[in-house]
Structure formats: C-alpha cells, structure tokens
C-alpha cells in the first residue's frame, strides 16, 4: 500500500449570498484485497470489482485504503447504511450495488482547500494534493468517479459548511447519485460542489434539501486554478421555504468556473416572497463566462436563469415556470437569452419576465407570459427582439 493510499485523515474535523434585486453581494460550494471476489463471481452486480465493502473490508473507508490505484471499490446495500465520512486521495471508481447508503457521522472531519475560504464537512471527499492537518494543498490531480450511491447528510448542521460530495483536484464523474438531507436550519449546506483544477462531470443525480446551492462549481475569481464541470439531467430540489437564512440556489457556476448546464430539473428555489426580496435562483452563474445553459426547466424559484457580474454567457431553451422573476440579467454584457419559454400563468409570483441591467446583451424569441412586466430593460445598447406573449 503506498504512503498516500494508507493515509487516514482524522485529526481534524460562493459562493452567492444573494442576489438581491437590488444589488448584488457575495459571501464570500495499500494492496490490493486478495479474494477479488467480483472478478471470481462474487455477490450479484460486483462483476468487475476490485474490492467489495462490506464482503472484503467492513466499512467504506476501509475498502477505499485497500484498494490499489485505478481499482474499483464497490459498496453493497445490504451492509449499509454506512454511517462514516469517507475520503479519497488516490485514482479509483467508487460504485453503489443495490442502493447503498452512506450517511453523515455525527462530528465528521472539516477540511480547508485554497480554492475556497471556508471550511467544509463533507459526507464523500475526493482530492488531489497534500492533506496536512485538515489543510489540502498542491497541484497534484486524481481521476475519480462516483456512482450509484446515496448519501445521506442526516440533516445537521456543519460548524461551518457541509457538502454531500466534494472535489478538488479531480477528473472524474458523479452520476446515479442521490444526495439529500444536507440539512436546512441555518447553515450553508450544499449537495455537489467542485472546486480546484477539477474536470467533473455531474450526470443522473438527484440532490434535495440543501440550503445553499444544489450542484456548483467555483473558482476563487483567478489565484487558483478553475473547475469545469458538465452538470446535465440531474433532479436538484431544493428543501427550505421561503426566509430561510440563506437563499438556495439549484445550479451554480461562479467565480471564474466554466461548464455546461443542460437538461435538469431544478425546483424548488425560494427565498424572498416579493420582487424586492427575491434573492434565489434556479440556475446562476456568478462571474464567470462562456457558460452555456440550456434545454433546463426551472420551476418555483425567485429567479428562473440569471447571469451576474459576467459577460459571454448563453441561455438558450430553457423553461421557467413560476418565478417572481424569469431571467435576470445583473451587470453582465454580451450575454444571450434566446428561445427561452418564462411563464408564471399558475402562480401570482410573476413580477418581470426579464429584468436586463447589462450592456449588450441579446433578449431574442422568447416566450413570455404571465408576468406583470414581460420585459424592463435598464441596460444599454441591448438587442432586444421578436419576445412574444
């Protein structure tokens, strides 16, 4: 087993605030087991493995340091719930037979990455780089992939924040992966983040009852290296109501981050009750560019789709039903919203299909209905055409 493998970190236990219609602030999401029983025809749905929790090593976190780099370590539902906070600092596959659940010890470890100024408790964390006294450092990468999992955050509170999944430093995918009760009470809990020089892809998860943000990925606006992500045909739902502390945003791309955002259902994403405190967003991006969003249907959210502080991002074929706002533009240019349905015809939210306070900005075939305002355009030099009831 190498130094890193054998490793156990135990010594130690973006992100929008809102954006507040009107303003914008920021707050700152060993060897190898010898049996190889999925190879020999072990238990069903284990072909393929190279280590079997709990059938080779009785919790998750121990068949993760048995396993050799590049292994698969496969969790079966019938040992589980695993109550335990698993951590992966080296290249393999960590894959879900028949649903197993991992949920939220009771004081897990807390973790500091330079990518982000706060400290985060994790469920499953998965890293590259140097851990050293709940500091993780370096520019080392590993190649990740989750799946098949449930992750259970039992619905505390973290001392500071608390993540289902985090990366950093990772190349990989998190699919088939349902995350919820992250806890909403107070604190910023978040279901899927990436940060780092991550290359992730976020496919098929389901993510409820968080209080921050769903699924993101963040830079830390240009001293570090950016995650790109794929976040695509993910359910993101998010648990509070409205006036919880913090408002929760479904998706997020910020602060220098780049990806893709396509085809998720994502609900759910209430803070304010009225256009002047309507804080929440379905799906944000947050000061970094080039982000394409598309084919996404956003349901009950403060804001439907919104871009703030960027330039360069596109909205295409996505539909919003009930918001208080369907699309907001916030001191953004040469951004696109094309071919967008935003309708709040069941609901008495709706206060301004689009809200535009950018320069340059292109706002063409829309659909809107439903909303006292279809279009207030605050900007300058923006295109704005062929929008339609």
């Known amino acids: 087993m190498s130094n890193e493998s054998s490793r156990r970190l135990v010594d130690r236990r973006s992100v929008l605030k809102g954006v507040g219609l009107s303003g914008l602030t920021v707050a700152g999401l060993g060897g190898t087991a010898s049996a190889r029983p999925g190879r020999g025809g072990g238990p069903p749905g284990t072909k393929g493995c190279d280590v079997v ?22 969790v079966r539902g019938s040992g589980g719930p695993y109550v335990e906070q698993v951590v992966v600092d080296t290249s393999l596959h960590l894959r879900g037979v028949d649903d197993p659940t991992i949920r939220a010890p009771s004081s897990p470890a807390a973790f500091a990455v330079p990518e982000s100024g706060n400290e985060w408790e994790p469920v499953v964390f998965a890293y590259g780089g140097t851990e050293s006294g709940g500091v993780v450092t370096g520019s080392d990468a590993v190649t990740v992939t989750v799946s098949g999992l449930e992750i259970d955050g039992d619905d505390r509170q973290p001392d500071d924040r608390s993540v289902g999944v985090l990366v950093r430093n990772v190349s990989g995918s998190v699919s088939d992966t349902t995350v919820r009760n992250m806890g909403v009470g107070g604190k910023e809990t978040f279901g899927v983040i990436a940060y780092g020089d991550s290359s992730v892809t976020v496919r098929g998860n389901e993510v409820r009852e ?180």
Do not use: M
Request: proline share 3%; net charge negative.
């Open 210 to 389: 968080y209080e921050r943000t769903g699924i993101g990925a963040n830079g830390d606006s240009g001293t570090h290296p950016a995650p790109t992500v794929d976040v695509v045909g993910n359910t993101v739902e998010a648990g509070g109501g409205v006036g919880e502390a913090w408002g929760p945003n479904g998706i997020q791309i910020g602060f220098g981050a780049d990806g893709t955002v396509r085809d998720n259902l994502v609900a759910d994403n209430r803070y304010g009750d009225s256009y002047d405190s309507a804080t929440s967003a379905g799906v944000l991006v947050f000061a970094s560019s080039g982000v394409a969003v598309r084919g996404n249907d956003v349901r009950n959210s403060d804001i439907g789709v919104a871009s703030a502080a960027a330039e360069n991002n596109r909205f295409v074929r996505n539909r919003v039903d009930e918001a208080i706002v369907g699309a907001y533009l916030a001191s953004v240019n040469n951004n696109k919203l094309v071919n967008n349905e935003l309708r709040d015809e069941n609901s008495d939210l709706g206060a301004v299909g689009v809200l535009n306070v950018g320069e340059n900005n292109k706002l063409i075939s829309n659909t809107i209905a439903g909303f006292d305002t279809d279009i207030q355009d605050v900007g300058s030099d923006s295109k704005v055409h062929a929008n339609r009831p």
């Open 53 to 74: 929790v709990p059938d080779d090593e009785p919790t998750v976190q121990a068949g993760v340091d048995a396993a050799s780099t590049g292994d698969t370590v496969c």
